[in-house]
């Protein structure tokens, strides 16, 4: 069908709603997510500020010893802790430490086209709040949105998956310099879609699995590179600063929600070996090896049986051994649980299916942080029952310390430790800029398909029909726009 340009707009303004960034007066009614008691925002944990205002000295811990290696501050800060500790922090929303310095963290974030309020980390301001309900410094209602990835796959061009990761990689910085995120997004979502009737496809990038490779590469390069950066220190990727980290997901042969009365929960994915490595497999070893992404996600299904957050040959073997993965392993949210109370798998119990999965090589467990009881947000089967875990015999503390391991590096290169000062002084006006949504545009206009109109097939004359009527909830909610459910 033939459009002109203002009906292309019409339809493409969905896709750049973006809010005004407006600098306010501080409220002591206001929360935000890296934040002391005093109620004073901070960007890096090692702040000798906020150690003195906790009454600690923060010169007596090496793990703040910004002229160490990250190896040794991470294996300092560990030996600190004691054993409840280190299970507080094996949940998306961790516990930290306080008594040696050591801050809460939420790892939860997205952002599969822009960065999303999925997840418990993004604090966007209410459009009908005033003052702005999560920031004392500045109202931020919305990031810029991009268009959803299955239409930016369409465009084939690379070039465009890179920059989109750039443009939201830097919105992230500054929302987390505003004490309105953090820095560990769960995205992209690179499952092959073997079936168009899969509920997700639309946040995927299709149903080829270079392409979804390919895709995850861009993209995860975008979101993580930093110029100048291409190694760590004495060559070591593990120790490569990044500017936020990405995670590549659902880790593996996931594409069933609900049908039929097969669940995403109990379904179990019977795969070729030919099958899991030139479909399944192919995208995340693009993402880990050429991407160097520095997290990958579990899936909640079994896979010939196992698990995939509980298969050491797929999380220990493959993702850390194989294709050497720099960073973290995490499931997907409530999947130690669902392996526990919906699969069934083995009769275990909470403690042995939190064993089992660190055993395997995983390093966090994604939980019920969406769901709350009693105005707080549910535990996580790794915190619940690690500590029982070790205790019964099925654990040992050393694998719970090589979680945090991964865990804490992953930290360090983001500068969650000590900052990254070319990214400190990103904030509001650095968040749906001119340039951004100029590139959203562009985006979502090189994916779009527009059929020709021969004949005049449809009664659609552009003399008559001036304007398009967007309606439903994405057009009123702009936050909505970014749920890509």
């Not at 896979?303 to 509980?310: D, L, Q, R």
Request: aromatic share 8%.
């Amino acid at each position: 069908m033939a459009a002109s340009p203002s009906h292309l707009l019409v339809v493409l303004a969905v896709l750049l709603l973006c809010s005004t960034a407006i600098p306010m007066a501080s409220s002591s009614t206001t929360t935000t997510v890296n934040v002391t008691s005093f109620g004073k925002a901070y960007t890096k944990v090692c702040d000798a500020d906020r150690f003195a205002e906790m009454g600690l000295n923060m010169s007596a811990f090496p793990y703040c010893d910004a002229s160490l290696p990250y190896a040794d501050r991470v294996r300092d800060l560990i030996g600190w802790m004691t054993v409840e500790e280190k299970v507080g922090n094996l949940g998306d929303i961790s516990h930290g430490a306080p008594r040696v310095g050591l801050t809460p963290y939420k790892w939860w974030s997205e952002a599969l086209h822009g960065i999303s309020s999925t997840g418990p980390t993004a604090l966007f301001d209410d459009l009908h709040s005033k003052p702005g309900n999560h920031s004392g410094r500045a109202t931020v209602n919305n990031a810029t949105v991009f268009a959803n990835v299955i239409n930016s796959a369409a465009s084939f061009n690379e070039t465009l998956w890179k920059s989109i990761g750039q443009a939201v990689s830097t919105e992230a910085r500054a929302m987390y310099n505003l004490g309105k995120g953090g820095l560990t997004y769960w995205s992209p979502n690179i499952n092959v879609v073997r079936d168009p009737r899969w509920g997700r496809a639309l946040e995927t990038p299709g149903e080829d699995p270079f392409v979804a490779g390919r895709y995850a590469v861009n993209f995860v390069r975008g979101m993580q590179d930093i110029p100048g950066h291409d190694t760590g220190s004495g060559g070591d990727p593990s120790t490569r600063p990044i500017k936020t980290s990405a995670c590549c997901k659902h880790y593996a042969a996931y594409d069933v929600d609900d049908w039929h009365n097969h669940t995403r929960f109990k379904f179990d994915a019977r795969v070729s070996e030919r099958d899991m490595a030139e479909t399944f497999l192919r995208p995340f070893e693009m993402c880990v090896r050429d991407g160097d992404a520095s997290s990958v996600m579990c899936s909640y299904n079994r896979v010939n049986g196992i698990p995939a957050c509980a298969d050491a040959r797929l999380l220990s073997g493959t993702i850390r051994g194989d294709w050497q993965l720099h960073g973290y392993i995490v499931s997907d949210c409530d999947a130690i649980r669902v392996m526990t109370d919906n699969a069934t798998w083995l009769n275990f119990t909470g403690a042995e299916s939190s064993a089992a999965s660190l055993r395997a090589g995983l390093d966090l467990d994604c939980a019920e942080s969406w769901i709350e009881e009693k105005g707080r947000p549910l535990r996580d089967f790794l915190s619940e029952y690690s500590k029982a875990a070790v205790a019964q015999g099925k654990l040992r503390e050393s694998d719970i310390d090589s979680a945090l391991r991964n865990q804490y590096m992953t930290l360090m290169r983001l500068g969650y430790f000590d900052n990254i000062p070319r990214y400190a002084s990103l904030n509001e006006t650095d968040i749906c800029t001119d340039e951004h949504r100029s590139l959203a545009h562009d985006g979502a206009r090189q994916g779009i398909v527009l059929l020709k109109n021969d004949g005049n097939l449809l009664p659609l004359d552009p003399e008559k029909i001036l304007a398009v009527a967007v309606h439903g909830p994405h057009a009123r909610a702009p936050e909505k726009v970014m749920d890509g459910d």
